[in-house]
């Protein structure tokens, strides 16, 4: 199974989500990256609040590279969770076919049924990770105990 995990740029939602997921998941079954819609940190490592708020729940996210989401994620993944309604029609607009937009979710929709979001974090404070974090792992505890089965 492959996971990828995508928010605007790649530097402070989706990188949390693969980290969090990476560390319920065997890694040896279930393959999990991340990317963003937009290039703007192609290249360049979490935002450093990103890489804080994972180091204080014991999780290293610092090695992890910013890329840019393209059409061959869809051949290279099983399920494409998107962090906002955004980021997740960006996503839709590049699928070729039917096939490719059912591979797209929003990633709180495994934890509610509402079309909640991830809420970007970039112009917060150190508190707006940390919930951020908390609603992914939320979703990821439910991700990785169906993976598990």
């Known amino acids: 199974m492959k996971v990828l995990m ?3 740029g790649n530097i402070c939602r989706s990188p949390l989500a693969e980290g969090i997921l990476k560390s319920k998941v065997n890694s040896d079954q ?10 703007y940190h192609i290249g360049n490592a979490p935002d450093p609040r990103s ?14 590279v910013c890329r840019k989401f393209g059409v061959s994620d869809f051949n290279a993944f099983d399920v494409i969770y998107a962090m906002d309604k955004s980021n997740y029609n960006n996503i839709i607009s590049l699928a070729r076919n039917k096939e490719d ?3 797209v979710k929003l990633l709180l929709n495994e ?4 079309d909640e979001e991830v809420p970007d974090p970039y112009y917060d404070a150190v508190e707006g990770f940390e919930n ?6 939320q ?3 439910v991700i990785a105990a169906r993976l598990e089965k």
């Open 139 to 141: 979703a990821c505890n």
């Open 6 to 8: 995508v928010c605007l």
């Open 30 to 39: 279930v393959y999990v990256d991340s990317a963003g819609t937009g290039g």
């Open 101 to 103: 937009a059912d591979k």
């Open 51 to 64: 890489i804080k708020v994972a180091k204080e729940h014991g999780l290293d996210i610092s090695s992890q």
């Open 132 to 137: 951020v974090f908390q609603m992914i792992d």
């Open 111 to 114: 934890i509610s049924s509402f």
